[in-house]
């Protein structure tokens, strides 16, 4: 496995604004994911960020809500926009690498939105 | 429509007890079972993972048991301990190698 950072840890946003959310690898990955998990939910996936394209949104995610940047095999960023208190969560990246089934988890990013 | 049940939603186990952990799958497809373990604050971390070839695993104190046929797998956590005290998400994946996860069980070891 590898080292998944992300920033920030946590952060509490007004409504109507946005925050862009960082996923950094120690290694390059294959795949990198966002999911979302709400308050005693479990985990939902949002998009797949792919490495220079557009990312693979799921069912009920949009990029005008989500837009998602993949510019390299070890980096990517979700933008939570014109945020509402719904938005409120944990934010998780994820990774895969080539020939793995195991999809490995960064600390997550915890917003409160007010 | 959710495809992986797990239950129960939260669980108490005293210190040194069995804590048991189910899941349920419906997709004849999945051919890969992991756990998750989360602890507050962190994001989830792979425990334990099975292939349907086989109808039990152990690492340490925890064991998956599979039942292919029923389309069922379950965690098992012996001489359970407070630091075990966690939420736990199964999950099943398939071809696309993305998985379906459980609500997650939120697991209470007293002292």
């Known amino acids: 496995s590898a080292v998944i950072s992300q920033k920030p840890s946590r952060d509490i946003c007004q409504r109507g604004t946005s925050l862009t959310i960082q996923c950094q690898v120690d290694?390059?990955?294959?795949?990198m994911f966002w999911y979302r998990q709400q308050p005693g939910q479990s985990l939902t996936l949002i998009a797949t960020?792919?490495?220079?394209?557009?990312?693979?949104?799921e069912s009920g995610f949009v990029i005008d809500k989500f837009p998602i940047s993949r510019p390299n095999l070890t980096f990517s960023t979700l933008t939570v926009s014109n945020m509402s208190p719904e938005d409120s969560s944990i934010y998780l990246c994820?990774?895969?690498?080539?020939?793995?089934?195991?999809?490995?988890f960064g600390p997550g990013t915890r917003l409160l939105v007010l | 429509q959710q495809q992986v049940k797990q239950s129960p939603q939260s669980l108490i186990v005293q210190k040194g007890g069995i804590s048991i952990i189910n899941c349920a799958y419906e997709?004849?497809?999945?051919?890969?079972f992991p756990w998750y373990q989360q602890f507050p604050g962190k994001g989830p971390a792979l425990l334990i993972a099975?292939?349907?070839?086989?109808s039990e695993k152990k690492e340490g104190r925890f064991t998956i048991s599979f039942n292919k046929s029923a389309k069922q797998f379950s965690l098992h956590i012996m001489d359970s301990q407070p630091g075990d005290s966690a939420t736990y998400f199964c999950?099943?994946?398939?071809?696309?190698?993305?998985?379906?996860f459980g609500r997650g069980t939120s697991l209470i070891v007293h002292p």
């Open positions: 997709n004849t497809a999945f051919d890969y």
């Open positions: 994820s990774v895969r690498w080539s020939g793995q089934e195991t999809q490995y």
């Open positions: 999950a099943a994946s398939g071809g696309s190698y993305i998985p379906t």
């Open positions: 290694s390059q990955v294959t795949m």
């Open positions: 099975i292939r349907p070839d086989v």
């Open positions: 960020a792919n490495q220079g394209s557009e990312a693979t949104y």
